[in-house]
């Protein structure tokens, strides 16, 4: 073999690494220590980082100053990548990335500024909806812009037993529009939807109790960004019904709040979880690189 072969060849191969996984005192969450995603994983190593998103429903990766291929790449690992419907807030030449940013370019928002004002798992209003989701901080605010997760396999373990009757067997229906015209940043518009956006969300239906498909735990499937109503129900039931689920589903206890550190990743599991943006400060600048890995259709 050439030395040029060999170099290649050491250059692609992936190398073992050393790196902790540091669970948080919270009801969720793990943070990864000294792992380098801009190198590729080994099988074990995937197969370590794979079993602890399953375990902890979201991983914080520290210090990860990666590319956009470098985050698309890893990524893949964990399924197909889903394109968002908002085209005009995709990275240039890298679909796979879709900005959240409250920042004005040019009188333009460069990003989607107000994602996740409401409790929501993304994508849930699409048939296929979201395995997870990986998020990296390229800019930061000097206060606030939290995100906070919920764990809604903690949540349904812990209703009360009139609640679970009452939700049993029951499907509810997931739109993108439902809110959709509620989320915006003072002074920013969200973007008209086309009418080809709006044939890319028609609205779907999925049980309001999922078995997740890798633990088999059961997981409450409801969210207040898109659910719209339970269905073969009183639509004043459902009301009432999908508001006492809320408000169990985002209590204390089952929450851990991310406070961002420069060049986190984070990678939560949309079928454990929900999440929330807390917002930050309008005149500070925040910009977050998300890619999104698509799931099983819900049961
Ligand atoms: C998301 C999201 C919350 C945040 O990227 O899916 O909801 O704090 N983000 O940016
Ligand atoms: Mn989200």
Redesign the pocket.
Known sequence: MSAFATSLSLSLDALPQQFEIKPFAAPLGAEIIGLDLSKPLTEADFKRIHQAHLDHALLVFRNQQITPEQQIAFSRRFGDLQIHVLKQFLLADHPEIFI?SNIIENGQPIGLGD??KFW?S?LSYKELPSLG?M?LAIELPEEG?D?LFASQQRVYASLPEHLKKAIEGRRAAHSYTARYDDEVVVGVQRPKLTPAQLAEVKSVVHPVVRTHPETGEKVLFVNENFTTHILDIPEDESRQLLAELFAHSARAEFIYRHQWQPHDMLFWDNRALV?L??GCPLDQRRR?H?TTIQGDAPF
């Open positions: 959240i994602a996740g929501h993304d989701s998020l812009g995100t999440h943006a807390a977050m998300r």
